[in-house]
């Protein structure tokens, strides 16, 4: 098992920056990769990011390359979306999630463990 516990979602004005942080506990995390996800009211979840957790190689969907980055702590266990240049779009809840597939990683189903969540409201 592993336990996921995102924090650091807000209100932000348009052009703002919020970072997240999601915490992971439970195992070792050296075989997973740990993706961001996010849905919007009466939308799909969508895939923002991923970051595999031996050797740090990230991915990103297209509507946020160039904005966010995806970072892990390997002594705090923890991963951190930082978010720039926020849009009115972003706003979403912001979902952290752990796989332990090397492929398909843009796709939800992938992922074993998730996280509960935090809003994140861009204000225009």
């Known amino acids: 098992q592993v336990q996921l516990v995102e924090s650091g979602g807000g209100l932000v004005q348009a052009g703002g920056s919020l970072r997240l942080s999601c915490a992971a506990s439970?195992?070792?995390?050296?075989?997973?990769?740990l993706g961001w996800f996010r849905q919007a009211p009466g939308k799909e979840r969508d895939f923002v990011g991923a970051?595999?957790?031996?050797?740090?190689?990230?991915y990103y969907a297209d509507s946020v390359k160039g904005r966010f980055t995806i970072s892990r702590d390997n002594a705090k266990n923890t991963v951190y979306l930082q978010m720039n240049s926020l849009k009115p779009e972003d706003t979403a809840v912001y979902y952290c999630?752990?796989?332990?597939?090397?492929?398909?990683?843009?796709?939800?189903?992938?992922?074993?463990?998730w996280g509960q969540g935090t809003q994140v409201t861009v204000s225009s």
């Open positions: 999630a752990a796989s332990i597939s090397a492929s398909a990683l843009d796709y939800g189903l992938v992922y074993n463990y």
């Open positions: 439970g195992r070792t995390l050296s075989r997973y990769t």
């Open positions: 970051i595999r957790w031996t050797g740090g190689i990230t």
